[in-house]
């Protein structure tokens, strides 16, 4: 139940499996035993369901009665003009949600996973769909992981679990075993988790859950119990088409009584009744209202929006709160360098996301970073001191490996370095990667004069610490403990700001210096410091400004942590700048509280972090509850419930 507090040992004896992997044929036993790895979906929706949906409508039920009572008592032309004002309306109504539910299958075709095993001691590659609990996977920078699994080997392993947590750095693995069984899945650093990919380093795991007991597969079992909900615009249709029934029949039955005691016969007023039931029903109100939400409905596909069912369109006019994940969705979950400390200054940098556009700033003054010393030395060992790629083809940017790599190498892009250039005017001869110990990278490099120089990137406060010097406009100077004092509080300054703070040093080495890990890494020069986040969208500020304006509440729930929710929430205009944390919910304040407490303050709270897909349905029927007609908008799987 708990493999992030089982040791490794525990694990294989629970699991019945060895360090070699399964035989072949205990996989397959256990393939009918569990299952196949893949989640449950719900039933297809079929093209008869969808045109038998049509005729739910209490309207269209009355008008059907009518069409029966008109042709019992001879009126076929009214009986025609009802019959073709209902096929009309089910017609439009069938083709919009079959064309939505096709466009909605054509988005799931995505091609079949594969994963790497060990099978009796051999690594094999097979469907993802095949693996079974107690399986070895081998798992390097850019897989997809296949299924839940305990970590039994990680070397430099980060995983991007954005999708499943809301969070939006990649998360360093290992392998220790924790202390507490009750800890939130983003913190499980031992366990990586169906659905999320590695972005670096390698590892090795035994599969603990696969199909739908694991996390991905849990949320997609709370889909399936989601139940439909009638739209405001269907209940007051709804209203209108019963009572327009009732008073139809009090109206005629009255009329029909009061002919009859004036001396008419009960056949006549029977006749005059039923056509005066018919005449009272509104045959066109259907047609107007499905002719009117499909021209929204074509409105929204102009706008790239497919909408399954009509009647969301309406319910989307009456929206008046809207609860949206960050990661991905205010945001790109794109990393981008916004600070650069540098000569005892912070410059400023524009662009968002992986966009290669983007100026520096010192002030309010457009500077160009190639024209001053220090600025260039600190991207050029950004770029350099990296192991992801940038690559442009016919104007199409390739980006490939860490997202804070990425963002050091789009830094320098914006600064004008030519990549490829600088990689062959500076070839790394050695490199010593980036582990969770050392908190560290450094490679070594050839200059264009001859000399070998090594290039150091890594947690300020350890770098910082192996520095002796610092590099100032130009000069070399001793680095001082009261200097060290004072960057380590500009690093947390920096940091407070939700950024996340990379420093960069060099060294230039003897020529016959040995290439030793412990000789290099010490008496550095310290050049600066590189800040980045996760910035919101270009046209958030905007929407966000619309919303208010249409008087819509606009509430930010994120996996991600507080500090960085905060962050983005003032940058967007959600929070004010010197705004209390009374405006912010974290998971585990939810956890404190009942869903009554939840419903009194629930109002009040903007910003709601490091919360589960569980807190989310909360925090929607908290809403709900107060009257609010709620939309969620999110990327990822953990949003879906919600």
């Known amino acids: 139940d708990n493999p992030h507090a ?3 040992e525990e694990i294989f004896k629970i699991l019945k499996t060895t360090p070699n992997g399964l035989s072949d044929k205990e996989a397959k036993k256990r393939l009918e035993q569990y299952g196949p790895n893949e989640l449950i979906t719900a039933k297809k929706i079929s093209p008869l369901k969808i045109l038998l949906g049509q005729f739910k409508d209490v309207l269209v039920i009355i008008l059907l009665i009518a069409t029966v009572v008109s042709m019992l008592i001879g009126e076929i032309l009214d009986a025609t003009v009802i019959i073709a004002i209902v096929f009309a309306c089910v017609i439009l109504g069938f083709t919009q949600e079959y064309r939505a539910e096709k466009a909605l299958e054509a988005l799931k075709k995505l091609a079949a996973p594969t994963a790497r095993v060990l099978r009796d001691g051999k690594i094999i590659e097979i469907p993802a769909r095949e693996v079974v609990p107690g399986d070895i996977i081998l798992i ?5 992981i296949p299924a839940d699994a305990r970590l039994i080997e990680a070397v430099n392993l980060q995983v991007d679990e954005a999708v499943l947590t809301g969070e939006s750095m990649p998360v360093p693995k290992n392998t220790d075993t924790l202390p507490e069984a009750k800890i939130p899945v983003a913190d499980r650093k031992n366990m990586v988790f169906m659905g999320t990919h590695a972005t670096y380093g390698r590892g090795k795991a035994v599969v603990t859950a696969t199909g739908m007991a694991t996390e991905f597969g849990k949320i997609a ?119 650069i400390y540098v000569n005892d200054k912070v410059i400023k940098v524009t662009g968002s996301g992986f966009d290669t556009k983007g100026e520096f700033y010192d002030g309010n003054a457009k500077i160009n970073p190639q024209n001053i010393d220090g600025l260039s030395l600190v991207l050029r060992i950004g770029a350099l001191c990296n192991n992801a790629q940038l690559e442009t083809k016919s ?14 190498l789009i830094s320098a892009v914006k600064a004008g370095i030519n ?22 990278m450094t490679t070594i490099h050839m200059t264009p004069e ?52 990379l420093a960069m040093a060099y060294k230039k080495l003897d020529e016959t210096e040995e290439y030793i890990i412990e000789n290099i890494e010490k008496n550095l020069i310290f050049v600066g410091l590189q800040g980045m986040i996760d910035p919101p969208r270009e046209e958030v500020i905007p929407a966000m400004k619309l919303c208010k304006d249409a008087g819509i509440k606009v509430v930010m729930i994120t996996g991600d942590h507080k500090l960085t929710a905060i962050a983005v929430a003032k940058e967007i205009g959600l929070l004010e700048k010197e705004s209390e944390d ?33 807190h989310k349905v909360r925090i929607v029927n908290a809403l709900k509850k107060k009257g609010y007609v709620v939309a969620m908008t999110g990327d990822g799987v953990n949003d879906a419930p919600a």
Not at 469 to 482: F, P, Q
Not at 595 to 603: A, C, G, H, S
């Open 6 to 8: 089982t040791s490794i």
């Open 140 to 144: 390097e920078a850019g897989d997809r």
């Open 221 to 339: 079992g709370m889909l399936q119990y989601v139940e439909e909900e009638k739209t405001p615009l269907q209940e007051r249709l709804e209203h209108v088409g019963k009572w327009l029934g009732i008073l139809s029949l009090v109206v005629c039955s009255a009329v029909a009584v009061l002919g009859i005691f004036r001396g008419h016969t009960l056949l006549e007023m029977f006749i005059w009744g039923v056509s005066l039931a018919v005449a009272a029903v509104p045959e066109a109100l259907p047609a107007v209202v499905t002719i009117s939400l499909a021209v929204g409905v074509q409105r929204m596909v102009k706008r790239n929006a497919i909408v399954r069912k009509l009647y969301a369109v309406e319910t989307l006019g009456c929206v008046n709160v809207i609860c949206s994940d960050k990661t991905g969705t205010i945001t790109k979950n794109e990393m981008t360098v916004r600070e």
């Open 395 to 408: 104007k199409k940017v390739t980006l490939v490996g860490d997202p804070t790599e990425i963002a050091l």
């Open 419 to 440: 990549l490829k250039e600088l990689s062959k005017t500076y070839p790394r001869i050695r490199e010593f990667p980036f582990d969770s110990i050392r908190k560290r």
């Open 450 to 501: 001859g000399d070998k120089i090594a290039y150091v990137k890594g947690a300020p406060e350890v770098i910082l610490q192996l520095c002796s010097h610092i590099y100032l406009n130009g000069k070399v100077k001793e680095l001082t403990e009261e200097k060290r004092r004072q960057l380590l509080e500009i690093v947390q300054e920096m940091a407070s700001r939700a950024l996340r703070v």
């Open 582 to 614: 009374k405006h912010v919910l974290t998971g585990a304040e939810l956890d404190e509280i009942s869903d009554e407490e939840l419903e009194k303050i629930v109002d009040n709270i903007s910003v709601y972090a490091r919360v589960s897909p569980e």
